[in-house]
């Protein structure tokens, strides 16, 4: 299970930064172990070379000391009979060879110079050329040196042959008469030793190339156990953090969800507060307007009374004081107005609900309203059909409200058309009915304000008129704005719900 989950992640791993880390660590891990395994072949190498290229020119030396005390013991001894030193050691050497294998691990060659050789000539080119240098050199030194005989890596080395003594020139001469002579530290050749070195140059390479792969090894599982560690821990803190992320954006959220909770619990509160002291502040109105009411009407129904025997009396007598006395009874219907507006206000009656195809109703009571001189009334009527469930007189007292208020938003020509525009429209399954003047606006600091019961502008009238079309539209679940713009006129926007299918049928 361990090593599954390790391989599960390992594309995690190699994706992090420790993983890239670690793949340039193993690269360097890499050039260090080729740099080591190279160099273990090369120390390996050398050494090769060194140690038995000195330990082969220690034997030629003691084949050739052989050799020069061979020949001084013939001559002391006149042992004429005697096999003379040069032809004694290639005979010797080529004995020796003929005990070996081929293969066996060193072959020994007395070698002559290129057609004055007395038993064995170069095998070779390069070994030709190098007993040739030999001759030309005022100290030779032997060499050593990687060859390839017959398709084997040889290890060869070649050390140059001096006649060092006349007793060697004599018997090289004797040997060889007719031949140009040898003199006296003459190079007469040299002894080769070759000994196969393809079986070093492999166990050489495979040895360098193990070591190469240990230490790649080693140090490469050293740092993936480091760095699997600190992508562990990375890992770790990363997902700690994450968590915390977590948790900090579910805390945020929670906040903001409480606040909207507080603000919206805080909206409502306001609201049923501004409605109590709406209910309340109608209630103590309409006490007071009732007891207002009853102590005003009583006076003026005696004013009237007394107005209409003045009016009788004076036209008896042929006075004329009719402009006067309707004065006073115009006096007396507004005062009589203002209480009803005010008693309409504050009571709260139950709506008397009814089925409402809206067009046509609007359009009667549209016709039935007169319009002022000088002003238009446009009818832009265009839900045919549409039904709402609502209070026809309370409606309609609506519609009448707004129409009036439009017509006295324009009491004088302005340079413009004066126009009452009264349009009708579905708006997201809601009914609408607005009301436009071309009048001279209201200012923004008083627009929030014209809802307000008792609040006016103008100088006469009782402040109700819209606070009672927003009580009635409210009443019939529906809403109210007002958009205005000064020089250029009012708009109300009444949407109210259409009836559903029970109130239809009904």
Known sequence: ?????????????????????????????????????VGSYMINLYWFQTDKGAEKITALQLVDSFVAEYAKVRGALKADGAPVPATFRAHAIEQFNKMRHEGNALRLLMVGPRGREIATAPSDEQMAATIERFAHEAKPQPETRFVTVKNTMMFRTIYPSIASQQSCV????????????????????????????????????????????????LSTAIGAVIFAMQFRELRHRE???????????????????????????????????????????????????ATVAHELRNPLSSIRNTVFSINVAVADKGLKLERPLARMERGIARCDRIITDLLDFTRMRELKRAPLVVDPWLAEVLDEHKMPGGIALVRRLATPGVRVSADLERMRRVVINLVDNAIQAMP??????????????????????????????????????????????????????????????????????????????TRVTVRLPLADAGEMAA
């Open 1 to 37: 299970m361990a090593a599954l989950s390790a391989l599960q992640l390992a594309p995690d791993f190699l994706k992090s930064k420790s993983g890239r880390n670690f793949l340039l660590f193993a690269t360097l891990c890499a050039a260090m172990a080729l740099a080591i395994g």
């Open 170 to 217: 004599d018997c090289h001469n004797a040997e060889q008469a007719g031949k140009v002579e040898w003199h006296l530290n003459d190079v007469m050749g040299a002894l080769v030793i070759e000994v196969p070195a393809a079986g070093f140059l492999r166990h050489n390479l495979l040895l360098s190339l193990a070591i190469g792969l240990v230490i790649f090894l």
């Open 239 to 289: 997902q700690s953090e994450q968590s915390l992320r977590v948790a900090a954006a579910e805390i945020e959220l929670l906040n903001r969800d409480l606040e909207r909770r507080v603000e919206q619990r805080t909206a409502e509160l306001r609201a049923v507060q501004d409605e109590l002291l709406r209910k309340e502040r109608l209630s103590t109105l309409g006490q007071l307007t």
């Open 412 to 489: 004088e020509p302005n340079g413009r058309e004066r126009q009452v525009t009264v349009a009708t429209r579905l708006v997201d399954g809601r009914f609408e009915l607005a009301v436009e003047d071309t009048g001279a606006g209201i200012s923004p600091d008083v627009l929030p304000k014209v809802f307000e019961p008792l609040f006016s502008t103008k100088s006469f009238g009782t402040g109700l008129g819209l606070a009672t079309v927003k009580q009635i539209v409210e009443e019939h679940g529906g809403g109210i704005d007002i958009a205005s713009e000064v020089g250029r006129g």
